[in-house]
């Protein structure tokens, strides 16, 4: 059968794949020979078809194969599947199908489909189809091209059920969740969003730790390949950043250092060319977690100022309207492609410095302060223009080399065409970015026109969601931008938390995140519902977050597939995704996000285990936060503080008896720089207050 034929195969009626499984075994088992063990054959592949795991499937194969009598059709088939079951377990390259399944929607198991293995393709075959389409951009980012995979994969899934109705993982790509496989007891005086918080603190570490055992590499990768292993970071920022857990902390910085020993990084930078949205995700990813959780290494400082070496004599010159910007989105460690179409500055290059823009935020760093704000200059001055019909205090995507003009050498302001895949550039692009770097920028000068595209995007965003215009606005205009500026609100919740300024409550009123609504007002029943979504997230379908994924970019994407427009259609409402970014913010102070401008006011020095936190103040001069201890004995630990300025201050904490609020503990310290240490012992199962502040 050919592949195009398997593939018409897939379209076909449930009972039809019930019909072809029952025709392969009649065939199989129409000799004498084959009638003598055809009961112990048809069990071992009703088995295989129905284990949950690939490795107990393996073991059933290969049991299989050692029977006697065995047709030698059936003996070739074997070997090809079970060839192709390890794998699917052991090659190096989790996506190795990917090519394949791009052209063909599918994968050739050189099976024939009158095979009584036949059906036992299916699943493989639903998977490879169902994880590409959830890495390919050209895929999920066109309804039309990801329905038509859905639709394959959907298809191979169903017929799979159908011959092996017990296997639970097919039936969770079909809505079906599996788990939960780990319960906590109750514990009496708990707050609920302790409860909550604590489940979803220790599924995201066990989700974490199982890739550590199970995918980790001898040479550190995960199976995913450097540049998307590297990004794995971003969702273990709740434990990796807010906590210390020493095995996911030593499997970080091994990550690290491997991938920045790599060849094509020994410069400190890639040497392989592409745009700078996958060039700079080796460095970024490498050495700005490192930089959280080994402040103090040299090494990191290294690499971190390096990149601004190569930002001032190489990648950035001034252009003919006298603005500093990068001459290209394609370069490397020592090439820069000039040529017009990708001759572009974007809102995506704040990551090629993100470590030296968290060692700036730091440091106070002035040579890099000139290099940052000459290079803001350009996009302030950028936003403020009109120019091929862009409108004013719009950021663009992207600014043209050398001439500045706003824009790339396509047809329109907001799409530059400097990619050659459609979305990435197309506005707003990583317009986030831009507007954290932008206010750091001004925080760390204390210059207001840093300022101004911010508050000039928050006015046309909140003039829109005033008064949203009827019909969908012409692309490019003043409505269409801002009907595209969601993001925009973690930007400005950072500026109120830094400053403490209301300019932008009215905006933040409508788009506020369940953290920022309890820091301002106080109403916990949004970060409550919250928590209990994150917790119901992480407490079902473990697979689909581990054993199942292919590509590591995107862990924790599997619910996306049982959201509206999703493999069924319908979304299913039991279906959520995780919420690492609400646990990072709980636990750490931070508003926003770790990767820019962060403002992440503590560091547990403690497992992320038998804990909750709720930091509740953090500021210059004073920090506070609820914490529960669940284990049964009192827990001595420590933290590192890092927004306190210098000065003198008093530490306390009560721990809530019989209604009343009692001291436990009281100490004095000196924060020296803006890396305090603080240690204390935290009761058992006590609802607990820790106090900061200034004396």
């Known amino acids: 059968m050919t592949l195009s034929s398997n593939n018409e195969q897939n379209r076909n009626s449930r009972p039809a794949a019930v019909l072809l499984l029952a025709s392969g075994l009649a065939i199989l088992f129409c000799t004498p020979q084959a009638h003598a063990n055809n009961d112990s054959i ?24 050692q029977q006697k009598g065995l047709d030698a059709s059936l003996k070739g088939d074997l070997d090809k599947f079970i060839t192709q079951v390890e794998r699917w377990l052991n090659e190096k390259r989790l996506d190795y199908f990917g090519r394949e399944i791009r052209h063909n929607k ?48 959907r298809g191979f899934f169903e017929q799979y059920t159908e011959a092996f109705p017990e296997n ?25 969003w302790a409860v909550y918080q604590r489940e979803g603190l220790q599924r995201l570490a066990d989700i974490i730790e199982w890739w550590i055992d199970n995918r980790m590499q001898q040479d550190g990768q995960y199976g995913g390949g450097w540049g998307d292993d590297c990004e794995m970071w971003r969702w273990w920022v709740p434990v990796l950043i807010g906590f210390d857990s020493p095995k996911i902390t030593a499997a970080q910085a091994r990550f690290s250092k491997a991938l920045m020993n790599q060849p094509h990084m020994k410069s400190g930078y890639t040497t392989r060319m592409s745009d700078v949205e996958h060039t700079a995700e080796d460095s970024a990813d490498a050495i700005t977690p490192m930089m959280h ?160 595209p911010i508050r000039s995007m928050a006015d046309i965003r909140l003039k829109y969601l005033s008064s949203p215009p009827r019909d ?10 801002a009907a595209r500026l969601g993001g925009l609100s973690s930007v400005i919740t950072k500026y109120r938390f830094l400053t403490g300024d209301a300019e932008f409550d ?7 995140s369940p953290y920022m609504r309890f820091r301002l007002h106080g109403d916990s029943a949004p970060l409550l519902s919250a928590l209990r979504e ?21 862990v924790l994407r599997f619910p996306s597939l049982f959201a509206s427009g999703g493999i069924l259609g319908e979304p299913v409402a039991a279906i959520r995704r995780p919420n690492p970014s609400l646990l990072y913010s709980m636990v ?49 630990m420590s933290a590192e503080l890092y927004l306190l300025e210098a000065g003198k201050y008093k530490l306390t904490i009560t721990a809530a008896e019989s209604g009343e609020a009692k001291l436990v503990e009281t100490d004095q310290f000196v924060a020296e720089s803006r890396r305090t240490r603080i240690s204390f012992t935290l009761p058992a199962r006590k609802l607990c207050v820790l106090n900061i502040s200034g004396r």
């Open 588 to 636: 750490t102070g931070d508003p926003g996000d770790a990767l820019y401008f962060p403002l992440n006011a503590v560091r547990w020095l403690t497992t992320p285990r038998d804990i909750a936190v709720l930091v509740t103040k953090s500021s210059q001069s004073r920090f506070g936060a609820e914490l529960f201890n669940f284990s049964e004995r009192a827990r001595p």
């Open 534 to 554: 994150n917790a119901e997230a992480l407490r079902i379908n473990f697979e689909g977050y581990t054993s199942e994924v292919r590509y590591t970019d995107r």
């Open 168 to 192: 639970k993982i097919a039936r969770m790509y079909l809505g079906h969740p599996t788990g939960s496989y780990k319960n906590y007891d109750t514990i009496p005086g708990a707050p609920a």
């Open 506 to 512: 009215e905006l933040l009123a409508r788009e506020m």
């Open 42 to 65: 048809r069990a071992l592949i009703r088995q295989a078809g129905n284990a949950d795991s690939d490795e107990v499937r393996l073991d059933y194969l290969k049991q299989l194969r």
């Open 472 to 481: 969908e606005p012409a692309a490019g205009t003043e409505a269409w931008c």
């Open 293 to 452: 959780i080994d402040p103090e290494n040299e090494l990191w400082r290294k690499y971190a100022l390096g990149l601004a070496d190569f930002t001032e004599k190489l990648w950035t010159a001034r252009n003919k309207r006298g603005f500093l910007q990068f001459k290209s989105t394609y370069f490397t460690a020592d090439k820069i492609d000039t040529s017009p179409q990708r001759a572009c500055d974007t809102v995506y290059h704040p990551r090629v410095l993100q470590p030296a823009l968290l060692y700036w935020q730091r440091t106070g760093d002035k040579r890099l302060e000139r290099l940052f704000a000459a290079w803001m200059d350009t996009w302030v001055d950028a936003a403020a223009r009109t120019e091929r019909g862009k409108p004013a205090g719009i950021i663009p995507t992207a600014i043209h080399w050398p001439d500045g003009g706003i824009g790339g050498v396509g047809p329109n302001w907001w799409d530059p065409r400097n990619h050659g895949e459609y979305t990435l550039y197309l506005y707003p692009s990583a317009m986030s970015l831009m507007t954290h770097t932008l206010l750091l920028t001004h925080h760390m000068t204390g210059r207001d026109r840093y300022l101004e």
């Open 106 to 153: 599918d994968f050739d198991f050189k099976i024939a489909g009158t095979s009584a293995l036949y059906p036992l393709t299916w699943l493989y075959r639903g998977r490879m189809v169902i994880w590409y389409t959830m890495e390919s951009g050209g895929v999920w980012s066109i309804p039309e091209r990801r329905r038509e995979f859905f639709a394959v994969a």
